[in-house]
């Protein structure tokens, strides 16, 4: 990617470190800024720290769920405007339905298409330009 004016930065939220490095290292070749969460409670201190300018969000997180977290993200005036795209080993409809109810920018099943989630990232984050 060419200069742009500033790095997008991705939070991820995943328990999986496999997950976490494969996703980091795919994306920040695309010239993203990573920021890496394995729990929620991790999840809520970075964005105290600074507000990502997209979300990649696992639903099965141990402790609270993606579900909460999302929920609790969407609630608060500092970041519901966050677009957060759910990747999930949930594959089923009801899952699905539900986080794109509740504003998900859209929810990937795991294994993850990389070639899709990075056209998906990209749009979406150009588009917040």
Same mark, same amino acid.
Not at 40 to 63: N, R, Y
Not at 72 to 95: C, G, M, Y
């Given at each position: 990617?060419?200069?742009?004016?500033?790095?997008?930065?991705?939070?991820?939220?995943?328990?999986?470190?496999?997950?976490?490095?494969?996703?980091?290292?795919?994306?920040?070749?695309?010239?993203?800024?990573?920021?890496?969460? @394995?729990?929620?409670? $991790?999840?809520?201190?970075?964005?105290?720290?600074? %507000?990502?300018?997209?979300? +990649?969000? &696992?639903? #099965?997180?141990?402790?609270?769920?993606?579900?909460?977290?999302?929920? @609790?993200?969407?609630? $608060?005036?500092?970041?519901?405007?966050?677009?957060? %795209?759910?990747?999930?080993? +949930?594959? &089923?409809? #009801?899952?699905?339905?539900?986080?794109?109810?509740?504003?998900?920018?859209?929810?990937?099943?795991?294994?993850?298409?990389?070639?899709?989630?990075?056209?998906?990232?990209?749009?979406?984050?150009?588009?917040?330009?």
């Amino acid at each position: 990617m060419n200069s742009k004016e500033k790095q997008s930065s991705i939070l991820l939220v995943d328990d999986s470190t496999t997950n976490i490095a494969l996703l980091e290292a795919v994306l920040e070749d695309k010239g993203y800024q990573i920021v890496k969460a @394995q729990s929620v409670k $991790d999840a809520f201190a970075s964005i105290k720290k600074k %507000i990502p300018d997209l979300i +990649l969000l &696992d639903l #099965l997180i141990p402790k609270i769920s993606g579900f909460d977290f999302f929920e @609790q993200i969407r609630n $608060d005036e500092k970041t519901k405007h966050i677009p957060v %795209i759910v990747i999930s080993a +949930l594959s &089923d409809k #009801l899952s699905e339905t539900r986080v794109l109810a509740m504003g998900a920018a859209d929810f990937i099943s795991k294994p993850v298409d990389i070639q899709y989630l990075t056209k998906k990232v990209d749009t979406i984050l150009n588009q917040e330009r």
